[in-house]
């Protein structure tokens, strides 16, 4: 961590226990996300009066490179669980808003690419077909009974749809047609 780590306790005492319990889940997160710029904690009682158990909130803020990582930690409505727990808590929700924003940084998420986009660019209904032009340029025929989300009459020249490619027996053709949008007659 470039920045020592900032703890600040408010309407809570800041037993040795506790402050093991938070060293370790630093400890912890460095392992998670070695590049740490900085981390300030907040421990709190927001209602130090109350009599039967304790409602704990922990705040963690992540210093990260171009990025800051907030983990709002909020009581239960279980006044039972003690202060440790509520920390262990706080620090597991940390570790893996960091596991997911390294796998983020690194390129490890996947991102859903849809079916490519095109236009109608023929229509015969008298033979139950039509063409597609895709966003590359070429011409794919669509059937009737592909058509997914609608019928043959309900598109017209220039209608965009998503649709799914495969190879017939003259040429590529359209498994699926989506109708995205269809331009007003």
């Not at 262990?88 to 490519?116: N, Y």
Request: aromatic residues 4%.
């Amino acid at each position: 961590m470039d920045v020592p780590p900032e703890i600040a306790f408010r309407n809570v005492e800041a037993t040795a226990v506790v402050e093991s319990k938070i060293m370790e889940g630093l400890d912890q997160l460095e392992k998670v996300y070695d590049r740490l710029v900085s981390v300030r904690i907040m421990v709190e009682d927001p209602n130090p009066g109350r009599e039967s158990g304790h409602l704990y909130q922990v705040r963690i803020e992540m210093g990260v490179p171009g990025k800051e990582i907030v983990v709002r930690r909020k009581p239960p409505q279980n006044p039972q669980e003690t202060l440790v727990q509520a920390i262990g808590e706080a620090f597991m929700i940390a570790r893996r808003r960091l596991r997911k924003f390294s796998e983020q940084q690194r390129g490890d998420v996947k991102t859903h690419v849809g079916p490519p986009l095109g236009r109608v660019l023929e229509l015969t209904p008298a033979e139950d077909h039509g063409f597609i032009e895709s966003d590359d340029g070429r011409e794919v025929y669509f059937h009737r009974n592909s058509i997914i989300n609608g019928d043959l009459e309900d598109l017209s020249i220039g209608a965009v749809v998503r649709f799914a490619e495969e190879e017939g027996e003259k040429g590529p053709q359209a498994s699926t047609v989506h109708i995205v949008t269809a331009p007003e007659r």
